[in-house]
């Protein structure tokens, strides 16, 4: 739970030690606080050829209230951020020298559509990355490699992600590098996301790659389901209650009594929503005190037993519900030929089968409202494979694979479904790994650091927001951009 | 280009010296030599409920001339191989004491249709992998997800992915794990794959996935290609010949003077293709030598030159050509801040623009004949990123992109494009890494060593194979399953 290391290297005379022996330095991520400015400072604004999302981007910009320069590579932004009454300047590269004069990087390379046309990019990074301050965010702006129209296109889009992905791994200092994909006619859908990359709510996602579709759920999602709209509506973004989004939302949690599980709830409850928190009947006491402080429900069940779907459906049936968060999952560690066969179908059953019967008794009464989501937590080692973790790394691909197969068939109705993959994050779990095993885990990742369960939280919070529609069937990794994958 | 640690670790003192410090210690792989036998041994069957890929196994097993064991879990395997005149036993889970025993294990995981049938992968895993011998080979088989006609279905396909990639990290001695997806209809054409992962070709090749697909490419290749059918027809499996499986083809490889580009042109003209070798003209004697050896033909061409595209499909126009390898490619390593844009330009041009500029010039003018196969390499950075190599690995990203968008235009001509994406290859290039960072890059991966340039030929001859015509718009990685990925 605790990385003394962290601690250590960021006292003054940890700092000048690690120096001296050339240690990793991992940075004090900067995290949300209710009581701190989520965005502030300059955002320098780069574009390739024929940038499409400029136009989003003011918006987005007027909305979270921060200031702009434009790079030399956006030439066009100058006058657009002008008529939308933003104050703005340009990004001297002669001031390259000055760190930490950048909040964040935002590049639009939607318009590019050929890889002779990548080289903005690279003037654009290479003139601001130094200037990017501590916990900085590097956002890269595309359209869907799958979508685009010729192979050519297509190349170049895709050529991003490797792209995105070196630049978070050299940019250190605890600064994130995502890259979203907007499909066209999702433009002024991006808000949702573009905040949650651009706050400290996403201090620990990076190396990510997202894609923000147009689709059935997000229609149903803004005309039926946003019940808060206090905010003026700006320009022709969907407007939100950014700070109570899910106000008026029903919530349910699994495995809600401790750790990951009870951060999820107490971030849920506090965007507004009303938590149901579901553990085992053992869990009872540490569930309802949970519960009580978020005045949400506690439900004692044991989701492993053949009866739990109905007992649950039957609790949520009066008012249905919005948002299933499935977070409970258990280990249980062996090399394959020590492994009994009760130890690979528990952990089979309890992180996959109860996930899929919950969902279909959920699903099939209607319970889940249209324009609901669902969000499931699978695992890096269900992306790469763990030793010793063959059941638990099965089920946890077996996850992807449902969120993977869902999502088309609960566009209709506008629910969402996606994974969330957390890596090493820092749990009374992770906490009996062995010293060895948890610091390689631990600083085998960009920001030399594991996560907090607050990360996760957060992560799964942004997936259920109303503006999130547009987001179906992914994966997003919750890891720091951990080294490990496949 | 010498891994003395490996030779140390594998002599009589070494081992003894590593195991009493408990230091890792790779075995030594064993690969393809034209004078040993490519399969020998003993392979165990297992399979899942309803296994549908059983007759297509046991012609690989008559083809290839190995002796099966069925373990309990495939009990329809016994009465099917002696319908085919095999010889085969059950495997005796008593037996597990006996290590070594085994030279691969097969699971048909076709038949699985929910989460709740995945137990017989536990038993049968649980019950051979001890009996695995070094360098053993795991096959697992299944139906690709996205292809799936429910959910559940799906879900369990694509947990098949959690428990291969696990069972590589566990069971180290140079064996290797990879699952292999076999569209419905595809079911006999499988077997140059098969006999590829099975073999000490794919030494190096483990934690991939791999889908067959049916494709109008497999039929025109099987109608038209198919140049040297000296085999019997083994029951419906497309007969190859599979000792010169490319007798009859011309290949071209760019970067073919020396290291990786050699062993490609080495190994394809050892498979009965005649190699067009192209590089550089400063390397002009190198080539010359490489070719002159192989009994193939040197063009020194710049191929980031822009007249090279029209050049080269000059020089090929009279014969045609049905293998294009683009294995030519520069690094230019620098954090960004550092990158001058000529660094940035030239390797996007040479690693991505040249393979699409000589492609244009291949395909348009039909030189590339129907039926043909187009490998490209990229690289683990590709897909991960990498600190100081933001051009590279936006033009190996690129490189996935081109594979992943081409493979649906070419597929009614009968044309495969697909990339290897290497990892640690021991090289000229890798022996200039800094002692310590060479050697987390050999150590961090299933065999805990570098790759040879061979292991990454072999990768490209199956894929330029005639019988690997359903497999396009993939990439696979030639890493020892590296630990680094996304």
Redesign the interface.
């Known amino acids: 739970m605790n990385d003394s290391y962290l601690n250590f290297v960021n006292s003054p005379f940890g700092a000048r030690f690690v120096r001296a022996l050339g240690l990793p330095s991992p940075e004090v991520l900067r995290r949300y606080r209710a009581d701190q400015p989520e965005f502030e400072g300059l955002v320098a604004i780069g574009a390739g050829r024929a940038p499409h999302l400029l136009d989003a981007l003011a918006s987005l910009v007027v909305s979270i209230g921060v200031t702009s320069v434009a790079h030399e590579s956006a030439g066009l932004w100058v006058p657009l951020a002008q008529r939308h009454g933003l104050m703005t300047g340009r990004f001297e590269p002669a001031e390259?020298g000055s760190p930490g004069k950048l909040a964040a990087l935002l590049f639009d390379a939607s318009g590019i559509e050929d890889?002779?046309q990548?080289?903005p990019?690279?003037?654009f990074?290479?003139d601001t990355?130094?200037s990017l301050g501590k916990c900085g965010r590097i956002v890269v702006l595309g359209r869907p490699?799958?979508a685009?129209a010729?192979?050519?296109q297509?190349?170049?889009?895709?050529?991003?992600?490797?792209?995105?992905?070196?630049?978070?791994?050299?940019a250190r200092r605890g600064i994130t590098a995502n890259l979203v994909y907007i499909a066209q006619g999702a433009e002024h859908d991006i808000e949702a996301t573009l905040r949650f990359f651009l706050s400290p709510r996403s201090a620990y996602v990076s190396?990510q790659v997202v894609t923000i579709d147009t689709s059935a759920a997000r229609d149903t999602s803004d005309t039926s389901n946003t019940r808060n709209t206090g905010n003026a509506r700006p320009l022709t973004t969907p407007a939100f209650d950014w700070a109570q989004p899910l106000a008026g939302r029903r919530a349910v949690v699994t495995g809600a009594a401790r750790g990951i599980g009870a951060s999820i709830a107490s971030v849920l409850a506090a965007e507004g929503a009303h938590v149901i928190g579901i553990d085992i009947p053992s869990a009872r006491d540490a569930l309802d005190a949970t519960l009580r402080q978020l005045n949400g429900t506690a439900l004692a069940f044991d989701i492993a037993a053949p009866e739990a779907p109905a007992q649950i459906a039957a609790a949520l049936d009066e008012q249905g519900v919005d948002i299933i968060v499935h977070n409970a999952g258990i280990t249980k560690d062996k090399?394959?030929?020590k492994?009994t066969?009760a130890m690979?179908?528990s952990v089979?059953?309890i992180n996959?089968?109860a996930q899929?019967r919950i969902d279909d008794a959920l699903l099939g009464a209607g319970i889940l409202r249209d324009g609901g989501r669902i969000i499931a937590v699978s695992s890096i080692?269900?992306?790469?494979?763990?030793?010793?973790?063959?059941?638990?790394?099965?089920?946890?691909?077996?996850?992807?694979?449902?969120v993977?197969?869902?999502a088309p068939?609960l566009q209709a109705r506008g629910i969402t479904i996606n994974a969330v993959a957390p890596g090493f994050i820092e749990t009374q779990m992770t906490a009996k790994i062995p010293l060895t095993l948890r610091e390689a885990g631990r600083r085998m990742n960009s920001m030399s650091q594991g996560g907090q369960p607050v990360d996760v939280a957060q992560t799964i919070a942004w997936l259920a927001h109303p503006g999130s529609g547009g987001i179906s069937g992914q994966v997003v990794r919750v890891c720091g951009q951990s080294?490990?994958?496949?």
Request: charged letters at 15%; proline letters at 3%.
């Open positions: 390259a890889s002779s990548l080289q990019l690279h003037g990074f290479h990355l130094r490699p799958q685009c010729s192979p050519r297509w190349t170049a889009q895709r050529a991003l992600e490797g792209l995105t992905r070196s630049l978070g791994k050299e190396g090399t394959i030929a492994m066969d690979w179908q089979i059953d996959l089968g899929e080692s269900g992306i790469a494979g763990n030793r010793g973790q063959t059941n638990y790394a099965t089920s946890k691909a077996g996850v992807i694979g449902r993977q197969s869902m068939h080294l490990i994958g496949a």
